[in-house]
């Protein structure tokens, strides 16, 4: 038996990872001894599908496989894309001679300690004029930005972590390409404005490049960054390492296939390569385009459709089943996301000004929605009612007019629900940003709502807390605690700013003056705030454990940099509302769904900052091809995108673009190329997020949606629902 290889494209609801645990249940069955490789894209996934598959070996009565699964002694390794990577750097490690795991920078503590050292290394070369300058206009372009105090040596800190956070590969090319802005020709004016360096102040960006790159020699350390840079130049230029990993399994399942970004599938290149060349072995892909929505963390599904190209033996296959979604919601979706790319078509035709773009953009949306794609057939029973809805606010000339009739719909909207006892847990409000979460707040206010998810920096009298103690309070700040604080706490924060976080007090004595405070603000009716203080005392308890002589300005660092960015996963509470993101929401499911505003932009992209794309080598200048020359072979991609054909190139690379529709035609038409090819991945992006939505719900889905006062045009979601509501005429009693 030679080696399978099969796509399987699971729409919403289709039962995937159900359909996955089956799929490595049957290759453990047909044998025990062989390895499985399932790779998933978080570790909450990771472990639902090992649980699943538990279920499914004692649902088939399999209970010596199960047994040995919990035992460890089946050959199954479920692994985060993250994790594997850096499993396949320990992997190579040994063969290369290059620094082994127990080296590595892995805790946040070790390189805040990092971000210190260097930071005074540079403040004891302040001498010299060029870092002087360039540190002189980074610094006061922070304080206007930021419109508050800072510490200089903090600000030296911060620079230091933002820069650990970068690929080394994209900060190398970034200083290729500065050097060619400074050498150019003035004949490539028009690539230069094409290839823009991203917003670092060019000097300040040298000297802390060579200050790591010294630290990474000296000290024989490398950074977490590191680790994916050196595992894909591998695979650019050692492939056989990277093929050998595969001697420990004959199956590779990777789930969520579209969320795959280039860098990730160049490393996975050799490993696929080198099962579809051995006998008894599979490579399975899983996932769905229509929810590719992570463009901005550079997933592109194109590669999951596109698979086919690479391996002409892949087998296809669709799962046409939705075992989540009442027939009704089913039949609403399949009409609306069929009909959709006819609906755009004609749309299309009144915009004749920016007919090639739109048109590249259709022909994506009819590749990814066509029918066979979105067809689905519903497995759940009818047996209690449901329906899909759409209010249109028609007749609205002010902005408190708007709010008073979106107010008004919700309100009618739970009132509904309550009467066909959906309980609030079960009733979602989908939004696209999280400025609209604040404003759902403010439009049922007195409503118990629960955000899902909220960064700890949104605790207000956390992130006010931490602004006293960096020296950074405010106008706002000091509102806010002459309004809420009582005297105690600003007692117990001038304690914790002056003396109470002395880097020689015990860290269990520092630990307990920030419990203090949290104890004083629910004294002061603040328990709302109780979960997020929760969260963040846990991780500041193991924060001293780590580094038990750090004081306050340690502390500040690390909560600038990590802890107020610290998502917090709130548990649902049985009486309150949910609210979340839709990005937040794949995956999820609702007995009802509520969109509010179901009218961001469709044909809409805007490209306002450099972004990092690939670009075919064969379109650089001949400038800027002499400067990568001696590093060509480690920087550009092999593998060429299907989408790619049609220009040809001798491999891409990757860098900094800004691009319009106007880009100068002597760039041989490559800035119009790459900005058609960004326009259509925003305008799938904009339908995804729609299509994500309204196929969370089970019974009940509302969409609320302004008229469109232009007409005929479809650069919103609110004018094609404005000239297509007929759509919705049969879902609706």
């Not at 802890?563 to 979340?580: G, K, N, Q, S």
Request: glycine content about 4%; proline content about 5%; charged content about 20%.
């Amino acid at each position: 038996m030679g080696s399978v290889q099969q796509v399987l494209l699971a729409s919403a609801g289709a039962g995937k990872t159900q359909e996955l645990a089956k799929a490595v249940s049957t290759c453990l069955a047909q044998n025990p001894q062989v390895g499985v490789l399932a790779i998933t894209f978080t570790r909450n996934a990771a472990a639902e599908l090992r649980s699943r598959i538990l279920s499914h070996l004692l649902q088939t009565n399999q209970v010596h496989l199960a047994r040995q699964l919990l035992l460890g002694q089946l050959p199954l390794y479920t692994s985060t894309i993250d994790a594997f990577i850096r499993h396949l750097y320990l992997f190579v490690a040994p063969f290369l001679g290059i620094v082994a795991y127990s080296d590595l920078i892995v805790e946040e503590a070790e390189e805040l300690e990092v971000a210190r050292l260097l930071s005074r290394e540079l403040l004891a070369q302040l001498h010299k004029p060029q870092l002087f300058a360039a540190v002189q206009r980074q610094f006061e372009e922070a304080i206007t930005y930021t419109s508050r105090r800072l510490s200089l040596e903090r600000f030296l800190q911060r620079q230091v972590l933002q820069i650990l956070q970068v690929n080394p590969i994209r900060l190398f090319l970034q200083a290729c390409l500065s050097q060619w802005h400074r050498q150019a020709p003035s004949s490539e004016a028009a690539y230069k404005k094409l290839f823009v360096p991203l917003e670092t102040d060019e000097a300040l960006f040298d000297f802390l490049r060579l200050l790591l790159n010294t630290y990474r020699k000296t000290r024989r350390k490398l950074f977490l960054q590191d680790l994916q840079s050196i595992v894909l130049l591998i695979a650019r230029t050692h492939e056989e390492l990277l093929s050998e990993h595969t001697r420990f399994y004959n199956h590779l399942f990777i789930d969520e296939a579209q969320d795959t970004a280039l860098h990730q599938w160049e490393i996975l290149w050799p490993i696929l390569r080198e099962l579809t060349s051995r006998e008894d072995t599979s490579l399975t892909l899983i996932g769905d385009p229509k929810q590719s929505i992570y463009g901005w963390r550079e997933a592109d599904y194109r590669y999951l459709l596109g698979f086919g190209d690479f391996w002409r033996n892949a087998h296809y296959r669709t799962l046409e089943a939705n075992w989540r979604s009442h027939p009704t919601l089913v039949a609403f979706n399949n009409h609306l996301y069929t009909e959709l790319p006819k609906l755009l078509k004609q749309g299309i035709q009144a915009n004749k000004s920016r007919r090639p773009y739109y048109q590249a953009a259709l022909e994506a949306v009819e590749t990814l929605y066509a029918p066979e794609r979105v067809k689905q057939k519903p497995c759940r029973e009818a047996q209690k009612s449901a329906q899909v809805r759409l209010h249109v606010l028609e007749g609205i000339s002010s902005k408190a007019q708007e709010r008073q009739a979106r107010q008004q719909i919700l309100l009618n909207i739970l009132d509904f629900l309550r009467q066909e006892k959906v309980p609030p847990d079960q009733t979602a409000f989908l939004v696209r940003t999280n400025a609209q979460i604040e404003e759902i707040l403010d439009l049922l206010k007195g409503y118990p709502l629960q955000v899902a998810a909220q960064s700890l920096g949104q605790c207000p009298s956390l992130a006010v807390s931490f602004r006293v103690l960096q020296g950074e309070k405010g106008p706002v700040e000091e509102h806010y605690l002459n309004t809420t604080a009582t005297p105690q706490i600003h007692r117990q924060l001038e304690y914790l700013r002056t003396s109470g976080l002395e880097p020689s007090r015990p860290p269990l004595e520092k630990w307990w003056g920030f419990y203090e405070l949290f104890r004083l603000w629910q004294e002061a009716g603040h328990t709302a705030d109780r979960l997020f203080w929760s969260r963040f005392l846990s991780e500041l308890y193991l924060f001293w454990q780590q580094q038990p002589y750090e004081g306050l300005e340690a502390v500040c660092l690390w909560w600038e940099m990590r802890m107020r960015h610290l998502i917090l996963e709130l548990p649902p509470a049985p009486d309150a509302y949910p609210v979340l993101t839709i990005h937040r929401a794949k995956g999820l499911e609702w007995e009802a769904v509520i969109l509010p505003f179901a009218e961001w932009p469709l044909f809409s992209a805007r490209w306002d900052r450099p972004l990092w794309r690939r670009v075919p080598l064969a379109y650089l200048p001949d400038s800027l091809r002499q400067i990568l020359m001696p590093w060509q072979e480690l920087l550009r991609s092999q593998i060429s995108a299907p989408w790619q054909k049609s220009i040809g190139h001798e491999g891409t690379i990757e860098l900094p673009v800004k691009a319009s529709s106007q880009t100068d035609e002597a760039t041989c038409n490559l800035g119009p190329f790459l900005y058609e090819e960004f326009f259509t991945e925003r305008v799938v992006e904009n339908i995804n997020l729609h299509y994500v939505a309204t196929t969370r719900a089970r019974r009940f889905l509302f969409l609320i949606a302004k008229a469109d006062k232009r007409g005929g045009g479809i650069g919103y979601w609110q004018a094609f629902w404005t000239e297509n509501a007929k759509l919705l005429n049969s879902f609706s009693p």
